[in-house]
């Protein structure tokens, strides 16, 4: 598994990275008004962080079957265009 980031990236705002992924976009941006309105409700440091790291794990399982799900279609698309003759299984009937 590669887990490193790349040495020299290119830097974008984060607008533009998630541009492809308004998904995304719009959790983290729930995301930061739950934690503004946790902090306006008088919400401890220990609150506001459980409550930060239980949407950021929510956050990360969605990217993560958002990208399972893509990765599994460009591998069906590959294989379909390699393999055209291929039979789709399929329940019977």
Request: overall charge neutral; some cysteine; proline content about 4%.
């Amino acid at each position: 598994m590669n887990d490193e980031l790349p040495s020299n990236p290119i830097r974008r705002s984060l607008d533009e990275r998630f541009e492809s992924r308004p998904q995304v976009y719009a959790r983290l941006q729930r995301i930061a008004d739950m934690m503004d309105q946790a902090i306006a409700q008088g919400a401890t440091a220990d609150q506001a962080e459980a409550l930060a790291i239980e949407q950021i794990q929510k956050l990360g399982q969605e990217v993560l079957s958002d990208w399972a799900r893509e990765n599994q279609q460009q591998c069906l698309e590959q294989a379909r265009a390699k393999h055209p003759q291929a039979i789709k299984h399929t329940k019977k009937k």
